[in-house]
């Protein structure tokens, strides 16, 4: 069975950009927009992808990283080059090879099935996706003859008058037949304005072996946005954050502003939850049913239960059990689980804890690397002191049992069950169960005390 592989060109620099950084990593929602277009590649069917690096093309690998083949664009001498550069991995391969640009983060999957279908289907050497623009001013033109098949593309700075008036014009996205691509290649010569080696000069070779290159008509072409500035890259993540949120809300989310409100692509949200104003949600972060989420809450590769509110709060790969109440203020880092009905207050700053069912931590608290059982409440102030400046040490609080404000509880520690800590102790051994826990010196009260300062001045 013959192979659809993919060609992700991705050596530019994007000088517009005017950034240290290849335009291609430049994020969109959290996520480089390459990655939205071998995720793209990858639905579609494509295996393997094969990503044509050059400007900072280590930095390229290093973070889209392994699971893809990558070949080197030195020097930068035109999409036509960039395609030479990947030869090799082609050479032995029987089938299609779609050929993507890395900065066209918004074009679907879909899209690119319909294209290779009609490469197949037509028994074409090519299909190119076309879209119509009314100022195509920058792009190639589509040129067909007088039966409407397609017979060059002429790039903007090629073009003569009568060409620049064309309207359909070439949006970069391609599926060829690897070895008549390869074939074509070795005749491609940098005889234009640019001095450089078009690929789209590939299509008037195949014509002239009397091969047939089909087209497909993109309606939205939107769909083949390419941002090549920092103005361009924020209308087209606006684009993109707009159509997530259409698609939640057509799913039964409430999102009460949908230009305020921020979600990744791979988010899920279940029915009747509302995201108030201000609110991100990043990474692969699942949100139950019948949720409130935010104002101003931001939930990174995190599970939320179903019924629980969070407001004015940081959650980092966290699970939080069903029917939490979280926040204002609320610092929630990663490694915590939570089990049902637990509530997390303002100022509380919880990291690698897991949380029994009914325990409360309402405010100006810190735990790190506690267990509590259930039914515990922790006082305002309280601290597990899990840090020796070496290593990490535990605190475990069992069921019932009552943190008094103002605690410090030196790790490692174990809290029994029904144990009451006393307001204002340090805890440096452990509690056996049903018992009391005192630690702080004896009250003492001098009369006549007179201050420093009111010292200095009767002197």
């Known amino acids: 069975?013959?192979?659809?592989?993919?060609?992700?060109?991705?050596?530019?620099?994007?000088?517009?950009?005017?950034?240290?950084?290849?335009?291609?990593?430049?994020?969109?929602?959290?996520?480089?927009?390459?990655?939205?277009?071998?995720?793209?590649?990858?639905?579609?069917?494509?295996?393997?992808?094969?990503?044509?690096?050059?400007?900072?093309?280590?930095?390229?690998?290093?973070?889209?990283?392994?699971?893809?083949?990558?070949?080197?664009?030195?020097?930068?001498?035109?999409?036509?080059?960039?395609?030479?550069?990947?030869?090799?991995?082609?050479?032995?391969?029987?089938?299609?090879?779609?050929?993507?640009?890395?900065?066209?983060?918004?074009?679907?999957?879909?899209?690119?099935?319909?294209?290779?279908?009609?490469?197949?289907?037509?028994n074409v050497a090519a299909t190119i996706l076309t879209t119509t623009m009314n100022d195509p001013k920058g792009y190639g033109r589509i040129v067909r003859n007088t039966e409407g098949n397609i017979?060059?593309?002429?790039?903007?700075?090629?073009?003569?008058?009568?060409?620049?008036?064309?309207?359909?014009?070439?949006?970069?996205?391609?599926?060829?037949?690897?070895?008549?691509?390869?074939?074509?290649?070795?005749?491609?010569?940098p005889n234009n304005a640019q001095g450089e080696y078009y690929l789209t000069d590939v299509f008037e070779i195949f014509v002239s072996q009397g091969l047939k290159v089909a087209g497909m008509l993109l309606e939205d072409s939107q769909e083949v946005m390419g941002p090549n500035d920092r103005i361009q890259l924020a209308k087209t993540e606006e684009?993109?954050?707009?159509?997530?949120?259409?698609?939640?809300m057509a799913e039964g989310v409430t999102i009460v502003d949908p230009k305020f409100t921020y979600i990744d692509p791979e988010v899920t949200i279940g029915r009747d939850t509302i995201i108030l104003p201000g609110t991100f949600i990043n990474g692969k972060t699942t949100i139950g049913e019948n949720c409130v989420i935010g104002p101003h809450t931001r939930i990174v590769n995190s599970v939320i239960g179903a019924g629980t509110e969070i407001q004015?709060?940081?959650?980092?790969?966290?699970?939080?059990?069903?029917?939490n109440s979280i926040g204002?203020?609320?610092?929630?880092?990663?490694?915590?689980?939570?089990?049902?009905?637990?509530?997390?207050?303002?100022?509380?700053?919880?990291?690698?804890?897991?949380?029994?069912?009914?325990?409360?931590?309402?405010?100006?608290?810190?735990?790190?690397?506690?267990?509590?059982?259930?039914?515990?409440?922790?006082?305002?102030?309280?601290?597990?002191?899990?840090?020796?400046?070496?290593?990490?040490?535990?605190?475990?609080?069992?069921?019932?049992?009552?943190?008094?404000?103002?605690s410090n509880l030196v790790a490692p520690v174990t809290i029994g069950s029904n144990v009451t800590i006393a307001a204002g102790s340090t805890i440096t051994k452990d509690v056996p169960d049903g018992s009391l826990g005192i630690a702080r010196s004896r009250q003492e009260v001098r009369m006549n005390w007179k201050s420093p300062r009111q010292k200095q001045e009767q002197e």
């Open 312 to 323: 004015f709060s940081q959650i980092i790969e966290a699970q939080i059990g069903i029917d």
């Open 151 to 189: 017979v060059a593309i002429i790039e903007e700075k090629d073009a003569n008058p009568e060409q620049k008036a064309i309207n359909e014009v070439n949006t970069g996205v391609y599926c060829f037949d690897i070895q008549a691509l390869l074939a074509a290649l070795d005749r491609l010569t």
């Open 328 to 406: 204002p203020f609320a610092y929630i880092r990663p490694g915590t689980i939570s089990e049902a009905n637990v509530k997390f207050g303002d100022f509380v700053e919880i990291k690698n804890c897991s949380i029994g069912a009914g325990s409360k931590v309402p405010h100006l608290t810190y735990l790190g690397d506690t267990e509590l059982g259930k039914d515990v409440n922790i006082g305002a102030g309280t601290i597990t002191c899990n840090y020796d400046g070496v290593n990490k040490h535990k605190t475990i609080i069992k069921d019932n049992s009552f943190i008094g404000s103002n």
């Open 239 to 248: 684009y993109l954050k707009m159509a997530i949120n259409e698609r939640l």
């Open 1 to 122: 069975m013959a192979c659809l592989a993919s060609l992700v060109l991705a050596a530019g620099q994007g000088t517009r950009m005017k950034s240290r950084h290849p335009k291609v990593l430049h994020h969109l929602l959290g996520k480089p927009m390459l990655k939205y277009v071998i995720n793209a590649a990858q639905a579609a069917g494509a295996e393997p992808v094969i990503i044509v690096v050059g400007f900072e093309g280590q930095k390229v690998i290093d973070t889209i990283g392994t699971g893809h083949q990558y070949v080197w664009q030195k020097e930068q001498l035109g999409t036509g080059h960039a395609v030479m550069m990947a030869r090799e991995k082609l050479a032995d391969m029987a089938g299609e090879v779609l050929v993507l640009y890395g900065d066209t983060p918004l074009l679907k999957p879909e899209t690119l099935k319909q294209l290779v279908t009609i490469k197949r289907s037509q």
